[in-house]
């Protein structure tokens, strides 16, 4: 596999733990771990394939970590990279904005020339609208921790397993 790794940040809570079981899905020492509060341009190009946690805050923005990043996302040519995109968000008290770091993350990528991966199916969760859906899949793994917490760990380790074969 080429070279992969996770961005998240290791001061969030929620996000951490799914990073974890995804770095455990993966297998332990087969992918790297960054925390998206120390990143800079040149640690940051030097993969292949990226796992970005992207959780949702207040109505539908990205974290101020990677909000502070965005202009130099804006500067890269990502053709020939894959990126992978998990958030967090609340289904319930959010319905109308469920998940739409993902999205606004995605948007960016794509226009930036990324292959996007990972997608997954709405099927099961109960929302308004998201910026993260097309049709009806989501362009990441959405994670409901309050709402579906039981479900995390097979979705979880379902998307790793697509991942590794989107990966190449």
Do not use: C
């Not at 990972?118 to 959405?142: H, N, P």
């Amino acid at each position: 596999m080429k070279k992969t790794a996770i961005f998240y940040s290791y001061n969030t809570q929620k996000t951490a733990k799914i990073a974890q079981r995804i770095i455990e899905a993966f297998g332990e020492n087969t992918i790297d771990s960054v925390n998206v509060e120390d990143l800079n341009s040149d640690n940051f190009l030097s993969f292949d394939n990226y796992i970005l946690g992207v959780p949702t805050w207040f109505d539908g923005e990205l974290p101020n970590y990677w909000d502070e990043f965005i202009p130099d996302l804006e500067d890269f040519d990502l053709k020939g990279k894959s990126f992978a995109i998990f958030g967090l968000g609340d289904q319930k008290k959010y319905p109308e904005n469920f998940v739409d770091g993902i999205g606004l993350m995605a948007e960016i990528l794509i226009e930036k020339g990324a292959k996007l991966v990972g997608y997954t199916s709405t099927e099961g969760y109960s929302f308004e609208s998201s910026k993260a859906v097309v049709g009806d899949q989501f362009l990441g793994l959405a994670i409901d921790y309050e709402n579906q917490g039981s479900m995390n760990k097979d979705r979880v380790k379902n998307w790793v397993e697509n991942l590794k074969k989107e990966f190449t």
